[in-house]
């Protein structure tokens, strides 16, 4: 992961020096690529574990993702880029698997800059990503990153009529956290999750599956195994340094814990995943999910909202027994 680690010392370095919300802004039209290359069998064991995916032979859904990272850091980090990376909120996620990919299979990896589109907060990037089998696109990806920045008008207001604000990494503003304690399983410690407990109702209209607690060094056993070590999931003094009073997991992990209990991985056509509000470290979370599973969302304490989902799946397909 040492081109990641370069990818985020070369953000840093060259954020300073892009302006986001210029009219006139473009994105490169480069398609960084890995070529076709079997997947180490070591990490993905890892990172199921982590994750909480049973060892079955297939790819996790998430991991695609993971694999590509380094590649769409090295083209949001270069000079033609125009957003600054330091201070991009990941906001959304959509997965579509278009068949199963079996753990051994040489994947290749493409991502590429798909559109800017204003945002009321901003400027938001979607960036794509896709992986190929022998040139059969089998999975693909797409994530909107928003560059926070001022759209006032003489006002003082954004274009939506409140007021301009700022905020710093994955989906809320430092000052809309709330400190939540805790560790991940279905009532479980950050594998997937600790021992099983009696799960209280869930504050929404989903009902309460499986309550996780996260340990406060998830942040870092995740960013060891996916290579995502920005400083905001690492430690309590480096995420003070962007605004959090502690660590936050990543929202990656979060799609990924919840997705290992959306039933059998080859029924789902498509995931969308919405970051709503980062979960500080330690934390006990409370995943809940429709019958189905077809709807789950994750919730902090008194009922805080931190990620909301959807899968769709394929004709005749059920969820988790």
């Given at each position: 992961m040492t081109s ?6 070369r ?5 300073p020096f892009k302006?986001?919300?210029r ?8 398609r960084p690529?890995?070529?076709?290359a079997p997947v180490?069998?070591?990490p993905?064991?890892a990172?199921?574990?982590i ?5 079955s032979?297939?790819?996790p859904l998430t ?7 380094p ?20 906001t ?8 199963t990919?079996?753990s051994a299979?040489?994947?290749e990896l493409t ?6 589109t ?6 938001e ?6 992986a ?42 430092p000052t ?10 279905r009532?479980?410690?950050a594998?997937?999750a ?8 869930a504050?929404?209209?989903l009902?309460?599956r ?5 340990p406060?060094d ?7 195994v ?6 905001i ?13 502690r ?9 990924a ?6 039933g059998?991985p080859?029924?789902i056509?498509s ?8 979960v500080?470290?330690?934390a006990t979370v409370t ?24 899968v ?5 397909a059920?969820g988790?027994?």
């Amino acid at each position: 992961m040492t081109s990641l680690t370069a990818s985020l010392a070369r953000g840093a370095l060259t954020s300073p020096f892009k302006r986001a919300g210029r009219p006139d802004a473009t994105l490169p039209p480069d398609r960084p690529t890995r070529p076709a290359a079997p997947v180490a069998p070591g990490p993905l064991a890892a990172y199921g574990r982590i994750c909480g995916f049973p060892e079955s032979g297939e790819l996790p859904l998430t991991y695609p993702h993971v694999l590509a990272f380094p590649l769409t850091m090295r083209l949001m980090t270069g000079r033609a880029f125009p957003l600054p990376v330091l201070g991009l909120v990941h906001t959304w996620i959509e997965i579509t698997p278009h068949r199963t990919v079996a753990s051994a299979e040489p994947l290749e990896l493409t991502v590429y800059a798909e559109k800017l589109t204003p945002h009321r907060r901003g400027t938001e990037v979607t960036m794509t990503t896709e992986a190929r089998m022998s040139g059969e696109l089998v999975w693909e990806s797409r994530s909107g990153y928003l560059s926070r920045h001022r759209q006032a008008t003489p006002d003082g207001t954004t274009p939506d009529g409140t007021a301009s604000d700022r905020a710093t990494s994955d989906g809320m503003k430092p000052t809309e956290t709330t400190p939540d304690r805790a560790t991940p399983g279905r009532g479980t410690t950050a594998r997937g999750a600790g021992p099983a407990t009696a799960v209280p109702p869930a504050a929404g209209g989903l009902p309460a599956r499986a309550e996780w607690r996260l340990p406060g060094d998830l942040g870092r056993r995740y960013g060891a195994v996916s290579g995502d070590r920005n400083p905001i999931h690492l430690h309590p003094l480096t995420a003070r340094l962007f605004g959090f009073p502690r660590a936050i997991a990543h929202g990656m992990w979060t799609v990924a814990r919840c997705l290992a209990e959306a039933g059998d991985p080859s029924s789902i056509r498509s995931v969308r995943a919405e970051f709503r509000a980062p979960v500080l470290l330690p934390a006990t979370v409370t995943y809940t999910a429709d019958a189905t599973g077809n709807a789950f969302e994750l919730r902090g304490a008194k009922g805080r909202v931190h990620l909301v989902g959807t899968v769709t799946r394929r004709a005749g397909a059920s969820g988790p027994g």
